[in-house]
């Protein structure tokens, strides 16, 4: 990792891509930057930019100061408070020791920007010694830990606004690899320890916390001592993840030039290319004038369970462009709630023009609140181009297609009377393959070393399924559909199918060991010459073994190569 | 390659009362070769007319009889001359005999393939059966199609039907229609047969398949009741988007002297680090990573693999409950039909009884599945009944993906009984509105419903394919209307509109719509859609009330300035407020809009359009308070209008008093309120020479 501290920040903070990127997340940043103060920042010096030395502290001091004065005018709502650690005084809401919350009148220690408050952390240094002062907040015998204090102090500070609407950050800049290397034995490990948790409780608050290491001259910052735990990731891939930018590049297939995004399309029809503009296209698209045109109404009846494309989407009504709306659609939805009917209308987005259908919804609510607002939902129509007839592929050509007798239809009712979910809501399921996920990346984000289980709550509820009452509806409706014997057929005719296919792959198999015989299989494997024998060839050997039999050449040869243990 | 490959023999009654249908049916029928010429090219196409003066088949020749049954075009695969034979379909003048085309179009499938690709023939006949088929010279007509049916039957051949049932005033022929009915329903008892029966042009469209699509089933397997109680079933899908045809992108870069020039583009992908966007990152050095709050965690492929969700493959039940638990708005996707495996009797019953028995009790299932081993998910899905109304024809489910916790979005909207008395109607209203409810009616009694999603073609395909084909012809081809048939999918009915005009002028009467005074943003949208509407006034309130719904779904967002809405993008697009960026990008798309405007107007004619859209810019930049993007534009507009010699645009906006934005309309403007006309001023004697 690249050391030079002038550079460090500038890939943080003064990067217009890097900021955009962190926008999308939140609106709006928290930041405590958490300076060390210790006299190791003030003895230590690496070149600036006059080839004069400078102390890390006032590598650091100086660097938020630009910071500042770019953010105040990029990101006004930001909110930014700055923290000294390893400090003589201490000012602090929580009286620790070690620690100085840098401020100005009138502003809360985590608050926005302002003039004053730039201003004066310009001249902080000047006046440092004499308010602030520096001292080592970790020594021996003390059980004093500045760093944890820092910790706790900055997230203290953070516990202000939601994590949701704010991303929340502590930027901890510091030369010292090894905080704790003055302290031995048990204290140490202890220390450590709790410093950290406590930065772990913060990330868990959803604070993240960054490292920007000052390195000294000749000896590199050791992440991996103490910090790499801190901030969660491994010390050698630290910083190493960054998100990357896709681009897409054309390339035409007949001269390998580089093309801009081409505005011709073609479609082959008749042995010719015939190309289509941009512009010819998105006409050919829009087919209607008005953005959603009512055509009519049906009854609900119309409305079949297939037709049904996407999503729905909500559609309530407005007052705010044309006076009156709201009336007209309370009007016509109380209308069609009441006779049962939808209205059709002509959709005409630019993606796909379609006919859609608008279902009132009748407001339902609950002690809880809202459960549907009141409004309509437009349902995406199918055309019939959509629509696959499904049912008479394999219509009975010979004569009526069996159906349940009454009595059948009667156990089926009494076993549907048993396995009833009475309140069954469709947001009762968490989706459990989303939820895997976040949990394996949390698990991964925290270094925790077992993988995550995640309950599958959409899996059927076998208990209840074997409740005596439920166990013998079933068993009846079976019965009556089935007959007794049920099982048996049913393994017969699974044994028939499973015979012939099994009988064919015995074929296949012996066939193969019978082939397989005629190759000296090692001495071919030893001089190489396996790639020399067809793809049937190869497979006599992994059929003739039992090997898979899938993949390419060269997949066959290696599992040949394994297989013989070369 | 051509293993899929269909034989087709379209089979068309051109007989004098069809005249009046056939440009429909030459459409959709020119649409379905297109199709083939696209997507099938292997497929073969035999045309046959029947109801026409002269004879040619090859039947009349052998045995004699089949007379009008012209073969129009012998099988052969689908080329673009199949195109022009079905658009200069010939005008017949007697009435054919249905039963004699199909004989013939028999005789020509069972000729050209013999036994060959079983279930791959397929007749598709579109009449309107009016006329009386020929007695045959023994037997009933009954017998005579049963034989017909079963050699069909036995030659593995389809039939579709097409029933064209216009508005035809023939009452008369009721028994003749009755009869024909009958027999053309032995097709579907004793065949793979379709029958179906169309009212309007638009529905005839809709109705012949033009794109055979061979379904494939996504799970065969167990339908587990329970643990022990498995029944087997097949699930297709039962709906699914055609999509629009993905074009290729066009390469213009080869030279014209090289034949074999592909003219595609490859697309190449890359990612570049952010910190250095000159750096390209190779494959072996990237790998995927997730957002975890600000910071990215990366996982290896390896890894991601090794704890993925995998659900075992199956489909299970989880319960049923009441029909009105489950909304209709809460169906997710495209929708799949379970059918009981075929082949199994037991099974087609065990489906029959609990379709019939949810049916019955109003009662839905409820089933998690995972369609594949090694699916990565699984889907909570509900099921319906479908009972078949057919006695040939098995029980069925339809299947509708329905949403996880995750997946739905809970807002909230104020409640209607809160609103203001305002907004709310009162019953003379509601009468009206009631009113418009019953009566525009789709779906009447005793009439074919209207927009049926199952005989509704897609215009926007049709379309397509009607300037592809008119593009092979001529490259410059303007894109065609859209025609009168497919307009009644886009447009309101005319016919409805003025059978209920008494109904919508009172629903027009009863409501008050006004443009908001405050907001003047839709004034345009509105007036534009008044001239437009080609209805005049009945029209009109429709059309007020869907702009205005369209308003209210937040679901359209404007990205650009478009070429044919520029005002409403526009003000959509400054009005966003997710970004402060939109204002500025906005403001840029304007200007460059009416700078597009201006040049490219032909003695002015674009110079309206140019006006409305830099009226828009002003009261957007005043809204925003932008004046100086505003007056700095104007006067860049003004130079640019100077040097283009296109001085009669500053004219035409000095007519339209159009000036800069002053001080008292927007703090930072420097312009006075005195000087706000200087530009033209000044520009109109300088035009004026």
Known sequence: MDMDPDDVFRDEEDDPENDLYQERQASKELLVYLVDASPKMFNITCPGEDQKNESHFHVAVSCIAQFIKVQIINRPYDEIAICFFNTREKKNLQDLNGVYVFNVAEREHLDNLTARFIREFDCVEESFNKLIGSEYGIVSGSRDNSLYNAFWVAQALLRKGSAKTADKRILLLTNEDDPFGNIKGVTKLDMARTTLQRAKDAQDLGISIELLPLSRPNEEFNVSLCYADLIGLDGDDLAQFMPLAGERSFICADTGALVQEPPKRFQIYKNEEIKFSTEELSEIKRVSTGSLRLLGFKPLSCLKDYHNLRPSTFVSPSDEEVMGSTCIFIALHRSMIRLKRF????????????????????????????????GMHMIYLPYSEDIRLIEELHSETTGNMPSATEDQIQKATA???????????????????????????????????EMPEINDETLPDEEGMARPGIAKALEEFKVSVYGENYDEENEN???????????????????????????????????????????????YYVTAHKLPVAGKKEALISRILTHMGK | MARNKEGLILLVDVGPTMHSVLPEIQKVCSLLIQKKLVYSKYDEVGVVVFGTEDTKNDLTKEVGGYEHVTVLQPIKVVDGDLVDVMQQLPRGTVPGDFMDAIVVGMDMLIKKYQETIKGKKRICLITNAMYPIKDPYEGTKEDQVYTIAEQMAAHGMKIDCIVFKGNQIHDTHDSIIKENDMLLSIFSKKTKAKAVRVESSTSLLGALRTRNISPVTIYRGDLELSSTFKIKVWVYKKTSEEKFPTLKKYSDKAPSTDKFATHEIKIDYEYKSVQDPSKVVPPEQRIKGYRYGPQVIPISSAELEAVKFRPEKSVKLLGFTNASNIMRHYYMKDVNIFIADPGNKKAIIAVSALARAMKEMNKVAILRCVWRQGQTNVVIGVLTPNVSENDNIADSFYFNVLPFAEDIREFQFPSFSNLPASVQPNSEQQEAADKLVMMLDLAPAGKEEALRPDFTPNPVLERFYHHLELKSKHPDAAVPPLDATLKRITEPDPEVISQNKLVIDEFRRCFDLKENPKLKKSTRRLLRDRTSGSFGGEVVKNEGRSTDLVTSTSTVKVETIGDSTPVPDFEAMISRRDSPEWVSKAIFGMKNKVFDLVENSYEGDTYPKALECLVALRRGCVIEQEPKQFNNFLHHLYRFCQEKDLSSFCEFLASKDITLITKTEAEDSEIAEGDARSLFVKAEPNSSK
């Open chain 1, 493 to 539: 005719t699974a044994q028939g199918k499973a015979n012939a296919a099994s009988k064919k792959r015995k074929v296949a198999s012996e066939d193969a060991l019978v082939k397989c015989a005629y190759y000296d299989w090692p001495k071919l494997a030893d001089d190489g010459k396996l790639k020399d024998l067809t793809v049937q060839e190869l497979k």
């Open chain 1, 415 to 449: 076993l549907m009377k048993r396995v009833d979910l009475r309140d069954f809501s469709v947001c009762q399921f968490a989706n459990p393959a989303l939820q895997s996920h976040y949990a394996v990346v949390q698990a991964l984000a925290l270094d925790e070393d």
């Open chain 1, 343 to 374: 209205a059709v209308a002509f959709y005409g987005s630019s993606a796909r023009p379609q006919l859609v259908g608008l279902v009132a919804q009748d407001e339902i609510v609950d002690a809880g609140g809202q459960l549907e607002p009141p």
